[in-house]
């Protein structure tokens, strides 16, 4: 990896050029929420002066960039006694700037699943593919348990990624595109001192996080305990309302449907996200439904994150971002229920 240092007027130009010539993605604020702090979203910007750097956290991640909740992934119609099908991806650059290290760990999870060798998704690849990311250095954020998983750092994954020092950036340059585009603006070397102020400031991020959770033994733990009263207690809170998967960077559950017109001259295959939490999530033919209460359906979201992905992948799904914890309406947050289930490890 390269490493450069950026001053601030060089990176606004650098955002100009990218507004010049493409879709630019970054942390806007939208409102402010019940507890006073400003509320944030990835949306479009138009100027650099709509992006906020210093955001905490957004409500929606930065996966809707890449797996949108809806997609056609294709459309049909029928003409003269034949049919035309029409598939399309997403081909348009754009620059998704100010992402944290723990979305964009959260795209490296996703990438394990959706770009893998074997029925990979075109749809998704073309997003990837297409998309400049600048990733930020940035504060612990209340609720966000990302050290305890090893996602609160990052060193691929992101074009460039900078780590604020004052007056400058010190920036991580993780691709070819990203040394090219850094070309357009002035640069210079890293000197020892730029060195010592980024560790040092990595050094201070690092101090502000909570006590760490031992997830190492969870995917053991998770095996042993089945049957686990936790399962009880959080499952009984839960209202089926599939909020976290929708807040998760990392869920990619999905349904298809045919929709079709009245006239059946035309219609769409949809590609819409959904949510292990929700009722009919395993219901199949005939109306039986694999996981029929709530308790199960939580059981196996915790299983999917930090078992199941583990034996698939060597990692846990979860990146500790902490956003289904604060949309989750019954108060289930994932550090409580994996204390509950450490505790339970320690009763044995
Ligand atoms: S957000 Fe909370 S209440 Fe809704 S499905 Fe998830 S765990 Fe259950
Ligand atoms: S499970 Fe919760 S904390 Fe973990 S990545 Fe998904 S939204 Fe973030």
Not at 132 to 156: A, K, N
Not at 157 to 178: C, E, M, N, P
Not at 322 to 348: F, K, S
Request: charged share 25%; proline share 5%; hydrophobic share 35%.
């Amino acid at each position: 990896m390269l490493f450069r240092i950026l001053c601030k007027d060089e990176f606004r130009s650098l955002v100009g050029i990218f507004l010049e010539s493409t879709e630019v993605i970054g942390p806007r604020k939208i409102d402010t929420g019940r507890d006073g702090k400003p509320v944030h979203q990835y949306l479009p910007v138009t100027s650099f002066a709509e992006i906020d750097l210093g955001y905490e956290t957004t409500e929606i991640p930065a996966k809707t960039y890449f797996l949108p909740y809806k997609e056609n992934l294709s459309t049909w119609r029928f003409s003269d006694d034949d049919w035309n099908q029409e598939i399309s991806y997403r081909l348009q650059p754009r620059a998704l700037i100010g992402l944290h290290a723990c979305d964009i760990n959260a795209l490296l999870k996703l990438d394990k699943v959706m770009a893998r060798e074997f029925y990979p998704s075109p749809y998704y690849i073309s997003r990837r593919t297409n998309t400049f990311i600048v990733g930020i250095d940035h504060e612990p954020c209340v609720g966000g348990f990302c050290r305890s998983l090893g996602t609160d750092m990052v060193d691929r994954g992101f074009d460039l990624f900078l780590t604020d020092l004052g007056d400058r950036y010190f920036v991580a340059i993780d691709s070819d595109r990203g040394f090219t585009t850094l070309q357009r603006v002035a640069v210079r070397e890293v000197t020892e001192q730029d060195t010592r102020e980024y560790l040092a400031v990595r050094r201070k991020i690092a101090s502000g996080f909570g006590p760490n959770l031992d997830v190492k033994q969870l995917p053991n733990l998770l095996d042993i305990e089945f049957e686990s009263e936790v399962w009880n207690k959080w499952g009984s809170k839960c209202l089926s309302c599939g909020s976290c998967a929708m807040v998760c960077p990392t869920c990619y559950c999905y349904g298809v449907s045919e929709q079709v017109s009245m006239n059946f001259a035309e219609g769409a295959k949809v590609k819409s996200l959904y949510s292990c939490s929700l009722a009919d999530f395993a219901q199949v033919a005939g109306g039986h439904n694999f996981r029929p209460k709530r308790e199960s359906r939580l059981k196996y979201r915790y299983y999917h994150q930090h078992r199941g992905f583990v034996e698939a992948y060597d990692e846990p799904k979860c990146v500790g971002c902490g956003r289904c914890g604060r949309v989750c309406l019954a108060g289930i947050n994932p550090p409580d229920i994996i204390r509950d289930m450490l505790a339970e490890e320690a009763r044995i």
